[in-house]
């Protein structure tokens, strides 16, 4: 079992920036694929960002070139670094996480059998 946590969340302006934080307990990444879903007041829970065992990386088109996602160095920390932030950014930000394979999905919902509680984020106009 992997509980993961998440942290970081918290009230920005437009145009700032914001570091969350997943943290898992019960074993590290290793060998998984992380990804960031948000879900706003209203709309169904979207894709992010993932970042396979390997290293690469997907990214939604509306975060590419702001958002980045990354691995810490300890593998039980995955990291999504938000600049130039905007209104539209404001949601409910989850961790998930899932066993790395051929076959995964890594856009996809349904392909992460672990999913933290979430953490808030607003972005003020």
């Known amino acids: 079992q992997v509980q993961l946590v998440e942290s970081g969340g918290g009230l920005e302006q437009t145009g700032g920036s914001l570091r969350l934080s997943c943290a898992a307990s019960g074993r590290t990444f290793s060998r998984y694929v992380v990804a960031w879903f948000r879900q706003a007041p209203g709309k169904e829970r979207e894709f992010v960002a993932a970042i396979r065992w390997s290293g690469i990386t997907y990214y939604a088109d509306s975060v590419k070139g702001r958002f980045t996602i990354s691995r810490g160095n300890a593998e039980n920390t995955v990291y999504l670094q938000m600049n130039s932030l905007k209104p539209d950014d404001t949601a409910v930000y989850y961790c998930?996480?899932?066993?790395?394979?051929?076959?995964?999905?890594?856009?996809?919902?349904?392909?992460?059998?672990?999913w933290g509680q979430g953490t808030q984020v607003t972005v003020s106009s």
């Open positions: 998930a996480a899932n066993p790395d394979s051929y076959y995964t999905a890594p856009l996809a919902r349904y392909s992460y059998d672990y």
